[in-house]
């Protein structure tokens, strides 16, 4: 029996799933996040499968009401802790992903009627939690002011359409068969998924921030955290034709910061620069110690700016250039992500060559 197997390996799923959730980059997940999201949705199963054993209802839904209750709590806390939707369902698609595969390593014998109500709660539990996840998001968002939030869903409604369009497009095309994935429209593609990504990226922070929502802060290897974001950023810079060089970073170099907050900023000033510089430019991430603080520097060609500029980059809706793609939020939001850390963004103009944006943060005591 299925709830039998649960049962006598509980502590053992327990810690299968919270060892699954405690790899999750970032943000860190919490004591109170795994106690209401992992442990008491598995009694909730168990509960319901030894129910449903001794008094079947065929073809029935229903479940008990605290399953839903827990999952709507769940959905509410991540929220306010600054987690995303995906990590919400992740949390609960951990759980399944730990049950199927102790079942399989015991062999232990799961009816259908049993894997059903597994399901079942599973769905039921996620549906719940997102649910109150976006509710509570609905409520934070309406606070800023309705005229306000109307005009950037415009603005981020128009983007991504766009960007969605020409990739359905290009998919299309592809699918036909009459051009290859390796092509050019193979990169029209790329480039609309990247940039679908960057926009959905910088809207998560925006959210964060407005909403002012919890900063995590916890010790970050600087040399570890820009060599994840290499990775990206090199895909986004082999797309726009651009050659992009990172200096490597003492290992020990570790500053504290919100993990989520700081990607974000670092993110959204690589895009600007590969979105800025000429084509066949060259973009460089530069990370040096000065004193007690630690400077990351992105340094692009983007032909210089006006004299008097400098500071009107960092209004939303600004944008610094001809190229008019984008809703002019990225600058404002890696100035605010960046404050919220306890830093400082600036720019240096380099006059008839390009820009230099600074992130000025405190050195952790641990480096």
Do not use: W
Request: hydrophobic content about 40%; charged content about 25%; proline content about 4%.
């Amino acid at each position: 029996m299925l709830h039998e197997f649960l049962t006598a390996n509980r502590v053992e799923l327990v810690n299968r799933c919270r060892a699954k959730v405690a790899k999750r980059p970032a943000p860190q997940p919490t004591t109170i996040e795994l106690e209401h999201g992992i442990p008491l949705f598995l009694d909730q199963l168990i509960n319901t499968l030894r129910s449903e054993l001794n008094a079947p209802r065929e073809g029935s839904s229903q479940l008990p009401a605290e399953i839903g209750t827990t999952a709507g709590k769940h959905g509410n806390e991540l929220l306010r802790q600054g987690f995303t939707v995906d990590q919400v369902v992740h949390d609960y698609g951990d759980l399944c992903q730990s049950v199927t595969e102790l079942a399989a390593e015991k062999n232990a014998p799961v009816t259908v009627d049993e894997f059903r109500t597994f399901n079942r709660c599973l769905d039921n539990a996620i549906a719940d939690a997102v649910s109150e996840f976006g509710r509570q998001r609905d409520q934070v968002i309406a606070a800023e002011g309705t005229q306000a939030m109307n005009e950037r869903l415009g603005f981020l409604a128009h983007e991504l359409r766009n960007l969605l369009n020409t990739a359905l497009l290009a998919f299309e095309a592809i699918k036909g068969g009459n051009v290859a994935v390796a092509g050019a429209t193979g990169t029209v593609l790329d480039r609309s998924l990247l940039a679908l990504r960057d926009v959905i990226d910088r809207s998560l922070a925006e959210v964060r921030l407005s909403a002012g929502l919890q900063v995590h802060l916890e010790p970050i290897g600087v040399g570890e955290f820009l060599r994840e974001l290499q990775v990206s950023a090199a895909m986004d810079a082999k797309v726009k034709e651009i050659a992009f060089a990172v200096v490597p970073v003492d290992k020990e170099l570790v500053v504290d910061a919100d993990r989520q907050m700081l990607a974000s900023a670092v993110s959204n000033l690589l895009q600007n620069a590969f979105k800025f510089s000429r084509r066949n430019g060259h973009v460089s991430l530069t990370t040096r110690v000065v004193g007690d603080r630690v400077l990351i520097e992105i340094e692009d060609e983007c032909g210089g700016l006006p004299d008097g500029k400098l500071e009107e980059l960092f209004k939303p809706f600004e944008q610094r250039s001809s190229n008019r793609t984008g809703i002019g939020l990225g600058l404002s939001i890696s100035r605010r992500a960046v404050e919220a850390n306890g830093g400082k963004l600036h720019v240096r103009n380099l006059k008839g060559k390009g820009c230099v944006f600074t992130i000025d943060l405190p050195r952790s005591p641990m480096s």
